[in-house]
């Protein structure tokens, strides 16, 4: 007679949601759905580190050939070690350099379908879905589409080296190398010590963002996000005159100037102490361990914000006595 055995949680996670939209983590081992069938032998059927279903993608084998058609991706595949298995890449992946000499495949809103087929990849990795009639065409090539949502929170962010963990090394052993390769990341985001001070972070559009977005995430471990409650990028700059922030970060696309020449930041009182500083937005664009860079520049703004320099006080004595004419 057949039994049951239901996989410990350690084995298994039988859904993990990963909340970045509708998109999900669901892992299968084999065949079955969540639990593993023994043999009439009595003899337990091994367990299989493959397949493994990732946001709908079935995943049969370790693959050994990937285009990636997202430029952060491909940043983080190149850090965890599989570069290698990079045969092609977006026209606008550019680090490492390595990832430069790669064919290109054009980009997920228009990929070069014809190139990718004839690499004949195991699987294309894309953070922006691609049209349904061309995953439709690689699949009918047994070339696998695995969609992974750009990250909006520090989790999602980790779960990214998860997923492709999971993807290159299994089920048993792929969450543990996906946090292993996040682990530096981790070390550096924990070690930040949250302050009292509100901050804006006004986007490349010239609006900031809000509560729900990846630049607010890693910003919020240091402060508090005037735009918290708002979704996206949808927060009104004017609304800022009533909930004044205490340092405003700008993208280096716009730069300081906008600061300066927007009527909605210009007289914000952060703006006329000076308490302002340009992120490279390419960090938020394009997460990946690369992102430790832009800690510090952060931590040094609130740090500023945080400690104003003392100006001379016009009432004091020593001021007083420097101006007034020795007595005779």
């Known amino acids: 007679m057949k039994k049951r055995t ?83 890449v977006s026209d606008y992946c550019d680090y490492p350099e390595a990832a430069e000499k790669l064919p290109k495949a054009a980009s997920s809103a228009n990929p070069d379908i014809s190139a990718i087929k004839k690499l004949k990849p195991d699987l294309v990795i894309t953070a922006t879905p691609i049209v349904t009639k061309d995953k439709i065409t690689l699949e009918a090539e047994g070339i696998k589409v695995l969609t992974i949502t750009s990250p909006r929170t520090i989790e999602e962010f980790e779960n990214i080296y998860k997923f492709f963990g999971l993807a290159f090394e299994g089920l048993f052993e792929g969450e543990s190398v996906g946090e292993k390769a996040f682990s530096d990341v981790r070390k550096q985001l924990d070690a930040i010590k949250k302050t009292d ?45 009533e909930n004044q922030p205490d340092i405003v970060f700008v993208s280096d696309s716009l730069g300081e100037d906008i600061l300066t020449s927007n009527k909605n930041y210009s007289s914000l009182t952060a703006v006329e102490a000076g308490n302002t500083a340009v992120l490279e937005n390419k960090y938020f664009e394009r997460p990946s361990a690369r992102i430790i860079s832009l800690l510090g520049d952060i931590s040094a703004a609130f740090d500023k914000a945080e400690k104003p320099e003392e100006k001379p006080d016009a009432s004091s004595g020593e001021e007083s006595n420097e101006s007034e004419p020795d007595e005779e």
């Open 6 to 88: 239901a996989l410990t949680a350690a084995v298994i996670l039988a859904a993990a949601l990963l909340t970045s939209g509708c998109d999900n983590i669901v892992l299968v081992p084999g065949k079955s759905s969540g639990t593993v069938t023994e043999a009439s032998s009595s003899e337990s059927e091994p367990l299989s580190a493959y397949p493994i279903i990732l946001n709908d993608t079935e995943i049969s084998k370790a693959p050994e050939k990937i285009v990636s058609l997202t430029p952060a991706y491909t940043e983080i595949l190149f850090e965890m070690g599989y570069g290698d298995k990079i045969v092609a």
């Open 197 to 241: 001070l509100k901050f804006v972070y006004v986007t490349a559009a010239s609006t900031p963002a809000g509560g729900d977005t990846f630049e607010s995430a890693i910003l919020s471990l240091f402060g508090t996000n005037c735009a918290k409650d708002s979704e996206g990028y949808s927060y009104k700059a004017e609304n800022l005159k």
